[in-house]
């Protein structure tokens, strides 16, 4: 039996939907369009099916039904989704931060990019090796909204199906929306949807594209996680479909199910039979999520700052992110504190209070990354080692990076075994205190950016490096040997007599116990003022981009607001998205909750 709850919710938005979205006759215009043979890409093997047909809520009879007009054979990219290494430097950059957030120096088309920014851009890219669904989900639907204009990427394309993989704006616009999925108000914004169940998420969509919204959808399995644009929600019998395009799967409709009674979620990718297999692509409330357009406003506050608050407190919340560039990895990570370990690429184990895990989307059903919120408030001391699995079995690089404000960025790198276990880790004492070290017969590569400046230090399985950092933002970085004994530390200041960016390269001399260091200045990299210009275009002028929304000082009282400024936060504290339009109606849902993992 159907739930009434759900039917109640959303026929009154339906009236409505059926005037915005043109259904009846319209829509069987644009049903004709997906019965032609869809349209793939040299990037993907082999052929699509058809697909199912656009919704038709003509054929209704009073039951919820809605489609927006999407249509991805017109609206969709004509090449698939695909896993590589990203290319964001210094221009996406600053089109996601604005300028003073990533460039320590220059104007005009050069910049010397933070050290802490280029260490986070780094592992972006290397997270797009899992795909970049999300980047594609996000532009394919401001595209359709008309927030971006096609002809601005590219003036001889007529639709987004006819854009071009190879042209640098589309592949440097795709990617920067990928990168938006990191940001706080994006954060914020899904994770408050993921408290809904199943049938609460397609009522909250029916309401949401009634009033012409854009959203995508994240769902979540134990092959990663993957984002996809919904364009309608009706009834197949007893189920509920959310008709949806998704960029794995190019010119086609695909739906996913969801079963009212069990508040159950079903994809069978790229099938037209909702019975057929889905390979893991199911679940319940959590594991489905959307993310409204209006999030990702343009520039964003940073999960990094040039000018960290001073003193080890200064910010609640450690966020550890797991990337390989290896584009068959899923890159994950074991917890381990209280004596218990978890493992968080395990999508069926519940972490602990405070600790929260967001599968990176981006999924090519391949590969995948990890980002883990920590609660210091709540979680006093951790271990947490970066894991890999390869479907191969072979060695692979995996990259770990701990970030928080009021203390440098630290990123390790190494090369994991080709048995999956785990190689580079943290642990993480309630002063803030920082161990790095590694397992067995695993040497890595340790970055410590702080300020203007980044020091590398090799690191061998027999020696562990401590960084603390005092009030006045110094590190003192330490050297330990197997047995625990100290063998040196070394500082690295977050500022330089002339205020340039500086390299570092440290070594250990074992038979002087000093530490040998060579230097070198930051270079100032080109940017690609047109491309900054097409993005101010396309997103406007955006908050202040001269704000530091990393430091204390500009940090709203309430610990609760997300987004920087209490005059974006909603005055009903139990809606989370900035906007009452699209939080759900339902009053017995707290799905505006903002968990407090938010703030970096």
């Known amino acids: ?35 032609e043979t869809p349209l793939t890409s040299e990037s993907t093997e082999g052929t699509f099916a058809e697909g199912y047909p656009l919704p038709d809520c003509s054929e209704a009879d009073g039951e919820p039904c809605i489609f927006n007009g999407f249509d991805p054979s017109i609206d969709g990219f004509g090449f698939a989704n695909w896993g590589d290494t990203g290319v964001i430097g210094v221009t996406e950059m600053i089109a996601l931060f ?56 590219d003036p001889n394309a007529g639709a987004t199906i006819e854009l071009d993989p190879s042209d640098r704006n589309v592949i440097s616009a795709i990617e920067m929306w990928f990168a938006t999925q990191y940001l706080d108000p994006v954060v914020s914004a899904y994770k408050a949807y993921q408290k809904l169940t199943p049938t609460e998420i397609a009522s909250a969509l029916i309401d949401g594209l009634a009033d012409g919204s ?53 994809y069978a990718a790229g099938t037209t039979e909702p019975s057929a297999p889905t390979g893991g692509w199911e679940g319940g409330t959590g594991t489905i999520e959307l993310t409204p357009m209006e999030s990702r406003a343009l520039p964003a506050p940073a999960p990094f700052s040039e000018k960290r608050g001073k003193g080890r407190n200064a910010a609640k919340n450690q966020t550890v992110l797991v990337t390989s560039p290896d584009t068959q990895t899923i890159a994950g990570a074991v917890l381990a504190m209280d004596g218990v370990s978890y493992d968080l690429s395990d999508p069926k184990v519940t972490p602990p209070t405070g600790v929260t895990v967001r599968p990176i989307r981006g999924d090519t059903l391949t590969s995948g990354s990890t980002v883990v919120d920590i609660d210091t408030d709540v979680v006093a001391d951790y271990t947490i080692t970066a894991t890999t699995e390869n479907p191969s079995g072979a060695t692979v690089p995996v990259t770990i990076s701990v970030d928080s404000v009021g203390a440098p960025r630290i990123m390790m790198r190494a090369d994991s075994p080709s048995d999956g276990s785990g190689v580079a880790r943290f642990s993480v004492d309630d ?57 040196g530390s070394f500082e690295i200041d977050d500022e330089t007599e002339d205020g340039s960016v500086v390299y570092s390269d440290v070594e250990y001399d074992p038979e002087t116990g000093d530490f040998d260091v060579t230097e070198v200045d930051g270079e100032a990299e080109e940017v690609d003022t047109d491309f900054l210009a097409l993005v101010d275009e396309l ?5 202040d981009q001269g704000v530091d929304e990393g430091t204390e000082e500009d940090a709203p009282e309430d610990e609760g607001v997300d987004e920087g400024t209490e005059e974006d936060a909603p005055e009903d504290e139990g809606v989370d998205e900035g906007t009452e339009e699209d939080a759900p109606e339902d009053e017995e849902i707290d799905s505006g909750q903002v968990d407090e993992e938010e703030e970096y």
């Open 214 to 266: 854009g959203y995508t959808i994240g769902i979540y399995s134990e092959d990663g996680g993957h984002a996809v644009t919904p364009l309608g929600v009706g009834f197949v019998g007893d189920q509920v479909a959310i008709s949806i395009y998704d960029n794995n799967y190019p010119g086609t409709v695909q739906r996913i199910m969801i079963d009212p009674d069990q508040e159950t979620w079903s």
């Open 431 to 487: 002063s803030g205190l920082v161990v790095a070290d590694t397992t067995d017969d695993t040497s890595a590569e340790v970055s410590i950016a702080n300020g203007l400046r980044e020091s590398t230090f090799d690191l061998d399985d027999e020696n562990s490096l401590s960084i603390d950092t005092d009030e006045d933002g110094v590190a003192t970085v330490s050297l330990f040997d197997e047995e625990g004994k100290e063998l």
């Open 98 to 153: 604005g300028r003073k957030k990533v460039c320590a120096s220059g104007t005009g088309d050069k910049c010397v990019m933070y050290p802490a920014a280029k260490q986070w851009a780094d592992q972006v890219n290397e997270a797009m090796a899992g795909g970049h669904c999300e980047g594609m989900a996000v532009l394919s639907t401001r595209l359709f909204l008309g927030d971006d204009a096609i002809d601005e990427l």
């Open 1 to 35: 039996m159907r739930k009434s709850r759900f039917v109640r919710r959303i026929v009154p938005a339906v009236v409505m939907a059926c005037v915005l979205a043109g259904c009846g006759s319209d829509s069987a215009d644009t049903q004709d369009a997906s019965e």
């Open 539 to 543: 997103v406007g002028e955006g908050p």
